[in-house]
């Protein structure tokens, strides 16, 4: 891409809005209280960056944080310089989200690349306005024969390995953003609302890993300010600011958004917790998540916003966004005969049968938060995942998933592969019936990757119900590997625009390509 965005880094200012407080190790400048005079004076600022989601053929939602009531305009145009522009008036950013807001663009051209910038105004005098924070991205094409190219992964600020200036931040997403992809599709655990990030940890060789800390890493994230504060603080690091400024984002959530391993109902028994209801947990991080992400949400029927829904993306290109964490029924062993709840809840099936049956696309990319044959255990008998260990025919949550897979069988939807996160390694698995206790499906391929910013782990167990052939993995031998001692993970997925042939790269920090499959059109199988 020849034309870069111009991002703003952090000042003093904006640390100071953003409640940051830095270890003293760290020689950063001392941060005190603003005085009231001082915080009020001066012009609307948006140093946060600015981030663009759910991009299509001819829309897109841009967001920006503030760090005082501003009103929200974004200009568009074709060329970095901006000489004609299109205004987008949008909405009134204050306390009540944090001084976030988005503003959604209709009507662009199709694959186009699209220059936009922010400005925020004084709402008493609109001419007292900040400076403009650019960004740019390309829409989705109109035609088959321009190509896609996307990368994905998850689990940020994991295990207490946070922002660490001495390797430089999350780096990672430096060497993303040179891969110029049309989008990046987070799989879940942006932040880890149940992970303090301490002042410093010692790795077992004896180095000392530091952090850049908060106020709100200091503990468990129980309020809605506590957990504003978490997903505030990846936008520290001026790498992913910079990403976020190119590269679009296609964003879901998963436990680590409000605790591990959580599941609605649940009622905690863990003395971090003053707060024991998971569903008033889970509320205040939805609402956070939402204020700090351009996330399109479509209404439920109880006119309620929910987060699985579909992104098209061209002609080449459906992504289905799950949520496999608001509607699942509690973690069990999993041996239930009849399970018409399961992992995605009843309604969220029937949505996702439906926008399969729907799609044209090429390749129907299906964004799951968690694996489907990885044995995820959640303590010493239940399990957090769709597999328990059992390689016999469906029981528990497997039902839900084999009744998905014979109605993709039967309604004969080609292209469609799974990708996810969350076990933080890396690894590729067939999935085929003449392996598996259950047959009536047709073969598929689960890609997972990642972490890209927390700790490394073994992998897990294979659950043969659904017949996986695990082609590829590689997972570090011990728990919680740090990203100063390992690699960290992410996936790129390339769509060609004349074949039609899809080629997923499970690639490792550094330039390695760890492994690579070239994925037919139309074929069932693979």
């Not at 999350?170 to 110029?180: A, C, G, I, P, Q």
């Not at 809840?345 to 926008?355: F, I, M």
């Not at 469609?416 to 890396?426: E, F, N, S």
Request: hydrophobic residues 40%; glycine residues 10%; contains cysteine.
């Amino acid at each position: 891409m020849p034309n870069r965005p111009r991002v703003p880094s952090l000042d003093r200012r904006g640390v100071l809005r953003g409640s940051l407080v830095v270890s003293a190790a760290l020689s950063l400048p001392a941060l005190g209280a603003a005085a009231p005079a001082f915080a009020l004076s001066g012009r609307p600022r948006a140093a946060w960056g600015v981030q663009v989601g759910d991009v299509t053929a001819s829309s897109a939602l841009v967001w920006v944080r503030s760090d005082r009531p501003a009103r929200m305009t974004v200009e568009t145009s074709a060329t970095e310089s901006f000489r004609r522009t299109r205004t987008w008036h949008g909405p009134l950013l204050g306390s009540g989200t944090d001084f976030t807001g988005t503003t959604p663009l209709h009507g662009l051209p199709a694959g186009e690349q699209v220059h936009y910038r922010v400005t925020l105004a004084d709402p008493m005098d609109p001419r007292r306005t900040g400076e403009p924070v650019y960004g740019t991205f390309r829409t989705a094409p109109a035609r088959r024969r321009e190509g896609v190219r996307f990368l994905w992964s998850g689990d940020i600020a994991g295990q207490g390995w946070g922002i660490n200036p001495d390797i430089g931040g999350y780096t990672v997403y430096e060497e993303m953003r040179r891969l110029d992809p049309d989008f990046f599709l987070c799989s879940g655990d942006n932040i880890y609302a149940d992970g303090v990030i301490e002042p410093r940890l010692t790795l077992p060789d004896g180095r000392v890993w530091r952090n850049v800390t908060t106020e709100e890493k200091s503990k468990v994230a129980e309020t809605l300010a506590e957990y504003r504060g978490n997903f505030r603080y990846n936008l520290l690091d001026s790498h992913l600011r910079r990403f976020n400024a190119q590269v679009p984002s296609i964003i879901q959530w998963d436990d680590h958004e409000v605790r591990n391993n959580w599941y609605p109902g649940q009622i905690l028994d863990d003395s971090r917790y003053t707060e024991k209801n998971i569903d008033v947990l889970a509320a205040r991080s939805m609402r956070a998540f939402r204020e700090y992400f351009p996330v399109a949400t479509p209404h439920s029927s109880s006119g309620e916003g929910r987060i699985h829904r579909v992104v098209r993306h061209g002609p080449l290109l459906d992504v289905f966004v799950l949520d496999m964490r608001s509607f699942r029924n509690a973690n069990s062993p999993g041996r239930q005969p009849d399970d018409t709840t399961g992992i995605l809840g009843a309604a969220q099936l029937r949505w996702l049968e439906r926008e399969l049956s729907r799609s044209r696309a090429v390749w129907k990319v299906i964004a799951a938060d968690m694996p489907l044959g990885l044995v995820v255990a959640d303590g010493a008998t239940d399990f957090e995942a769709v597999a328990q260990g059992d390689p016999g025919a469906p029981l528990g949550r497997e039902l839900q998933i084999a009744e998905l897979l014979r109605f993709i069988k039967h309604r004969r939807i080609t292209g469609t592969v799974w990708l996810t996160a969350d076990v933080h390694y890396t690894s590729a698995q067939h999935y085929a019936p003449e392996r598996a206790a259950f047959k009536d499906f047709a073969p598929f391929w689960e890609f997972v990757s990642g972490p890209l910013a927390a700790g490394q782990f073994p992998a897990n167990a294979l659950d043969g119900t659904f017949g996986p052939d695990q082609v590829f993995v590689q997972a570090p031998e011990r728990a919680n590997v740090s990203p100063m001692e390992s690699p960290q993970l992410f996936g790129q997925v390339d769509i060609d625009g004349d074949s039609g042939e899809l080629t997923v790269r499970l690639r490792a920090q550094g330039g390695s390509v760890l492994f690579s499959k070239v994925l037919q059109p139309g074929r069932v199988g693979q």
